[in-house]
């Protein structure tokens, strides 16, 4: 079975929904009605006041949900969805790097490499001591456990964070996006590469109090979902670019959180230029980056070629660290990699915009 995309019978947490109380609900009403549903609040977020309740093993929760979203003292209430990485396995004797020379990131790199940013990569996390990334990391943070030990298991983050910013120029390994910009490692999914949706809308809330201004999000699943979308609007009102795979399924099905309105969405091309045949597509989607056969970083402090819209997003992500390091805000950042992406075949029916070029993105497209 395809790495990142296992099959599962419940996607979302067995006893647990996530829900958000009016503000007028006063503290004793809202207890009374927790106690109520006979349910245990696990969690409160106070950034995006929700709480994540656990209800008594053998309820309903897709039932329940439905019951309660009648409920006028309820703002929203909705499952704890799960969302997956977005990789595929490859061949792994296809390709050397190419993704930076269409992406004209050699060149762009004359202008700027993303100096004193920081880019946090939302996933499995990484393997902090690999040769090619030792420096360039920073102190992460495990949301599923609550610790600092983001120890990768998977191998997915640390391939997505090699493309993001694996040390440059060190005569070692690969080349990253964003030469000069440091990783923030933040583990929101398990080992086999799933996550709870209050866990990422966390990871987003903690990378942004640490001050990063990338929060690329190699992840995602066909749940639309309330409290993670508030937490991106969260980023974006503080200035962040958020970016996330636009999903391996091959179809014109959208992905969560590539759809919503304050992401940058990414598809993946391949080496001819074109549409990867596993890409999700459609007018929702933003840009498309090189996502077939990306060597990067992988455990054991070795090296692998993996496939995926989860290998476009962080070429994205490292482009955006690049524009931000110049003096640009979130908004300028955003248009920028659209307007000035290259419109090759399918932009317009696969994404909207074409595929990135950092060159012509860092010089406003002169």
Aim: hydrophobic share 40%.
């Amino acid at each position: 079975m395809a790495l990142g995309m296992e099959k599962t019978d419940q996607p979302f947490a067995l006893n647990q929904m996530l829900i958000k109380m009016k503000k007028e609900v006063a503290v004793n009403e809202k207890n009374q009605f927790y106690h109520n549903l006979k349910g245990t609040v696990l969690k409160r977020n106070k950034e995006l006041d929700f709480e994540v309740m656990e209800l008594e093993v053998g309820e309903d929760i897709e039932r329940k949900v439905k019951m309660l979203q009648l409920d006028e003292k309820v703002e929203y209430v909705e499952p704890n969805y799960t969302y997956t990485t977005q990789a595929i396995p490859n061949d792994p004797f296809q390709g050397f790097q190419y993704g930076l020379t269409y992406a004209k990131a050699h060149d762009a790199w004359n202008y700027s490499t993303g100096f004193n940013l920081k880019i946090a990569i939302l996933d499995t996390g990484v393997q902090t001591d690999h040769p090619d990334l030792m420096g360039k990391l920073v102190t992460g943070y495990n949301v599923v456990n609550g610790t600092t030990d983001v120890t990768d298991i998977s191998g997915h983050g640390t391939h997505v964070a090699g493309i993001c910013g694996a040390v440059t120029n060190n005569n070692l390994g690969v080349a990253g996006m964003a030469p000069s910009a440091s990783i923030m490692p933040i583990k929101v999914l398990s080992d086999n590469g799933m996550g709870f949706v209050n866990h990422i809308a966390e990871g987003i809330i903690y990378a942004i109090e640490q001050g990063c201004k990338v929060i690329n999000l190699s992840l995602g699943g066909p749940y639309n979902s309330i409290t993670l979308q508030n937490a991106i609007n969260y980023a974006w009102s503080r200035g962040a670019v958020v970016v996330a795979a636009a999903g391996n399924s091959g179809s014109f099905a959208a992905t969560y959180p590539a759809t919503y309105p304050n992401v940058i969405s990414v598809a993946a091309t391949n080496q001819f230029d074109q549409r990867a045949y596993f890409s999700n597509f459609g007018p929702w989607v933003d840009v498309a980056a090189p996502g077939v056969d990306i060597l990067s970083t992988y455990l054991a402090s070795n090296y692998a070629f993996l496939s995926g819209t989860s290998m476009a997003t962080p070429f994205v992500s490292g482009l955006a660290a690049i524009l931000l390091a110049q003096g640009r805000d979130n908004t300028n950042v955003r248009a920028v990699i659209q307007l000035f992406a290259d419109r090759i075949a399918g932009t317009g029916i696969y994404w909207q915009y074409g595929r990135i070029n950092a060159l012509r993105s860092v010089m406003d497209g002169l």
